[in-house]
């Protein structure tokens, strides 16, 4: 097997291209044995195995500098650099990351995982290479999902304007993780399946010419008639309008081509746009089949079939698929509601919410800022818009959030999925700061459900509420209870006590419920009585309860599967230092100030002590109750 004796990129510079046919064609099984037991980012590698042996034989990494991203797409670049054998540990708790990371090796330019992200980080290196008078090359690899990214062409813009000697290689598959959306996607189809376009430019000038030569005049026309058209007649004038060469569109599967125009573009000064077209999943048919539900898979994930084999107990529902469910049945109910989303639609489960009411869902492609203000504009028109939106993703709408959505004061509610450890996609995924981060913004309200009965009845009252409302869920699903019959509001900023207690109260959010109340159970058996309460609110908190556990004297522990800094502990505590109550013993439980690995979710949470066994040890640890206050 010639993939046995790759280790470093070096090793497939003299290889001819039958032999880099043929390693391809290892690859691709590489990856697909491997991915069936490990889980990870299936299609898109699948993809690019072709342009990335072009890359790493045209171009020498480390010297030269490959940015890719998101960098879901880059495990052939992790084969071809050095890591073949850790592909057993992808995506597993100190094993190997899903995504380039600086720490794990020399050829990984620059940590990715957020799209849109490496026409910047190349324009960085760049440009730091010309100051220090450098001459390696920099190229940037991006898909053209993530080319959806108004990052994107903000660099696009300062690249071209500069003129820096750059490539961007555009990796065109038609897919985001759903079918890729907007008017770039359109564009870039135009150019992928009709040449006509330049075709077309020829005979509007020969027809020009037919009125016989009117001088100056005719050719004023002929500018006119090419200027007017010319963004769509000659094939990536787009591009060559931000200042770059357009390169293409070639086919990103077949290696002499391939070869041949990056040698042309290393050879080519200034910035340079090459538009490869691939294809998602090649090489696997089920893959290339449904390239969305193959995006990615889950461990254990039959390659044969091409489907993970279901659970056989009936798991408790998933979020995603009851977020689906129940905006379906309030959309039924409210004709104003709206959903977006931000090129989510499968992980956010909408798909079915599209199917249903395909006129009141949106999906915006990968432009979380843009998500946000068109969910304002929408409330201001006078719909009723759920934005869909992962907490991490939330990150890119955080400006918008606040100026365009709570300065308004606007109903706008934030279903923000993926909030807490993620778990296998690592730092630049965990959900880890929407409630810091939002918890200073006035006007919003923040919330999360216990389990998924208490789930529907949040996004009931989310949608029913008059202002900027966030209701926060981890990624998986609820814990198995039984759903009410119908929807009831919730009581803005009142919390459930689940347990009654008078030893020590464990205040509790969301997805750590659960944990506290398993935790009461054990302290029970060693004769401490804990209270346990459902917070369900963050913002505003519940004033009451602190108010009734300070008269008490009651020691507190605050958990949350969210930063500690900035959560909801450091919110109950400032509460009492803001009513000068002193003298609280308050233990907040949440995630440490750090970025979190990748990992099982599971794993994560014990490793970061957020499991009921931690509870208990902390609760256990307190030294004995001082004399009650009177
Ligand atoms: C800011 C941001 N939003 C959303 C995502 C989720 N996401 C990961 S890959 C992907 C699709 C990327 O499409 P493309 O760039 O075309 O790459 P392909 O998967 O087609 O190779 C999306 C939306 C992300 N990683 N970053
Ligand atoms: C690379 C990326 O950002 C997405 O593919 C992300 O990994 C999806 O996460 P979920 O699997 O939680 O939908
Ligand atoms: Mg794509």
Partial sequence: MLLDK???????????????????????????????????????????????LALHQVFDSPKDKIIWDVGHQAYVHKILTGRKHLFPSLRKFKGMAGFPKRSESEHDMFDVGHASTSISAAMGYA???????????????????????????????????????????????????????????????????????????????????????????????????????????????????????????????????????????????????????????????????????????????????????????????????????????LAKRDPDLVAITPAMLPGSGLIKFQEAFPERCFDVGIAEQHSATFAAGLACGGKKPVLAIYSTFLQRAYDQAIHDIAIQNLPVTIAIDRAGLVGNDGE????????????????????????ENEFRHMLYTGVNHNGPIAMRYPRGGGVGVAMDADFKMLPIGKSETVREGKDIAILALGSMVQVAEKAADVLHESGIDAKVVNMRFVKPLDEELLLDLAKQGMRIVTIEEGSTIGGMGSAVMEFYALQRIYGMEIYPMGLPDLFIEHGDPQQLLDHVGLNADSVVELVKSMAPLKQKRA
Wanted: glycine share 8%; hydrophobic share 40%.
């Fill in 6 to 52: 790759i280790n470093t990129p070096s090793d497939i510079k003299n290889l001819s291209v039958e032999q880099l046919n043929q390693l391809a064609e290892e690859i691709r099984q590489f990856l697909i044995e491997n991915l069936a037991t490990t889980g990870g980012h299936f299609g898109s590698n699948l993809g690019a195995v072709e342009l990335t």
């Fill in 127 to 329: 440009t730091a290479r010309d100051i220090a008078g450098e001459d390696h090359k920099v190229i940037a690899v991006i898909g053209d999902g993530s080319m959806t990214g108004g990052m994107a062409f903000e660099a696009l813009n300062h690249a071209g304007h500069v003129g820096t000697d750059m490539l961007v290689v555009l990796n065109d598959n038609e897919m985001s993780i759903a079918p890729n959306v907007g008017a770039i996607s359109n564009y870039l189809t135009k150019l992928r399946v009709d040449p006509t376009y330049s075709s077309f430019k020829k005979d509007v000038v020969n027809f020009l010419h037919k009125f016989g030569d009117l001088g100056d005049k005719t050719t004023r026309l002929i500018d006119r008639f090419k200027d007017s058209f010319k963004s769509f007649i000659v094939p990536g004038m787009l591009f060559e309008e931000f200042g770059f060469t357009y390169l293409g569109p070639i086919n990103g599967h077949d290696l002499p081509t391939l070869l041949t125009y990056m040698q042309r573009a290393k050879k080519t000064k200034g910035p340079v746009l090459l538009h490869v077209v691939t294809q998602k999943g090649k090489g696997y048919a089920v893959a290339a089949d449904a390239p969305d539900k193959m995006h990615s898979v889950s461990k254990g994930f039959n390659v044969v079939k091409g489907d993970t084999p279901k659970v056989v107990k009936p798991a408790p529902p998933q979020y995603p698929n009851l977020f689906a469910e129940t905006m379906i049945e």
């Fill in 428 to 451: 630049t995924h965990q959900g880890a700061f929407d409630i810091a981060f939002l918890r200073c913004v006035p006007n919003f309200t923040i919330m999360a459900p216990k389990d």
